[in-house]
T-cell receptor
Framework: DAEITQSPRHKITETGRQVTLACHQT?????MFWYRQDLGHGLRLIHY???????NKGEVSDGYSVSRSNTEDLPLTLESAASSQTSVYFC????????????FGPGTRLTVL | GQQLNQSPQSMFIQEGEDVSMNCTSS?????WLWYKQEPGEGPVLLIA?????ELTSNGRLTAQFGITRKDSFLNISASIPSDVGIYFC?????????????FGKGTHLIIQP
């Protein structure tokens, strides 16, 4: 069955370190998204991609970057982790044609000490 | 950006009761989505709505796309323990549907034994 996976599921890192969170989908979807979820804020969009070599900034993109070298993967990089980036991160994907339907991965809980 | 207001924030109900929750926006949406999230997991799509006035069911769940296109409603009939979770409404940031989603802050459903 097609799915979307994230790794690691949990990570603890230190302030200033570079961190990369992986997202892999086997739906063959063109569109992929990264969100963060925080108490009191719900889910907020970080970056998204419409296809290979395409990336776009979302609502809360500062301090994050993404790259899309193939259809299946959209890794999220925190260049220099900050305590404010402690959160749960979700990756999602969607088809181009069916409006709005996004399918989410299980999430990565990141703690920055 | 667009904001979605969900109410109530939380609900404490008895097993077997019906549940109603809603989502409102200050701007028009062309698509409304309802997701459920359980602890430690990503949001799971329950129902997608694409037309004003549309009423769609998924088992004991029924959702409606408000005729003003600024609101949506989710009802759960005869609640059971596995209905516990956080229910989110969401809509695409643009009319096309391939951009990121704006999420409400969720309605936390708790079922008392």
């Amino acid at each position: 069955d097609a799915e979307i996976t994230q790794s690691p599921r949990h990570k603890i890192t230190e302030t200033g370190r570079q961190v990369t969170l992986a997202c892999h989908q086997t739906w063959n979807h063109n569109n992929m998204f990264w969100y963060r979820q925080d108490l009191g804020h719900g889910l907020r969009l970080i970056h998204y991609s419409y296809g290979v070599q395409d990336t776009n900034k979302g609502e809360v993109s500062d301090g994050y970057s993404v790259s899309r070298s193939n259809t299946e993967d959209l890794p999220l990089t925190l260049e220099s982790a900050a305590s404010s980036q402690t959160s749960v991160y979700f990756c999602a994907s969607s088809e181009s044609i069916i409006g709005g339907r996004q399918y989410f991965g299980p999430g990565t809980r990141l703690t920055v000490l | 950006g667009q904001q979605l207001n969900q109410s109530p924030q939380s609900m404490f109900i008895q097993e077997g009761e019906d549940v109603s929750m809603n989502c409102t926006s200050s701007s028009i949406f062309n698509t409304w989505l309802w997701y459920k999230q359980e602890p430690g997991e990503g949001p799971v799509l329950l129902i997608a709505l694409y037309k004003a006035g549309e009423l769609t069911s998924n088992g004991r769940l029924t959702a409606q796309f408000g005729i003003t296109r600024k609101d949506s409603f989710l009802n759960i009939s005869a609640s059971i323990p596995s209905d516990v979770g956080i229910y989110f409404c969401a809509g695409p940031d643009s009319g096309g549907g391939a951009d990121g989603l704006t999420f409400g802050k969720g309605t936390h459903l708790i079922i008392q034994p």
